[in-house]
Nanobody
């Protein structure tokens, strides 16, 4: 059974940092691109960041570019999202996602085959 489990969310103040982790189990995703999405209350799920299977190519939403960094450790089957200079508008449930059969970054949810349950990030201003 394939599982993606996010961790690292919490309540922080504006300007603080958080590091999210997503541990995959059930199969290796070392050949697949992975990504992070988020969904704020009352809003649609939106793309945050994506990373290629080697980690050599990353892609970010304009709203997080320069503040967030996505990375991965294929030996641990884990992807990370380092979030710095957090803002109140970053408050959301953050979801990890994995593609299947493609190592290319993508910014649309339909391109991802596996999803985690989400971890909540709350940024107080």
């Amino acid at each position: 059974q394939v599982q993606l489990v996010e961790s690292g969310g919490g309540l922080v103040q504006a300007g603080d940092s958080l590091r999210l982790s997503c541990a995959a189990s059930g199969r290796s995703f070392s050949g697949d691109a992975m990504g992070w999405f988020r969904q704020a209350p009352g809003k649609e799920r939106e793309f945050v960041a994506s990373i290629s299977w080697t980690g050599g190519h990353t892609y970010y939403a304009d709203s997080v570019k320069g503040r967030f960094t996505i990375s991965r450790d294929n030996a641990k089957n884990t992807v990370y999202l380092q979030m710095n200079s957090l803002k109140s508008e970053d408050t959301a449930v953050y979801y990890c996602a994995a593609r299947s059969g493609s190592g290319i970054v993508a910014d649309t949810p339909i391109r991802y085959a596996y999803w985690g349950q989400g971890t909540t990030v709350t940024v107080s201003s």
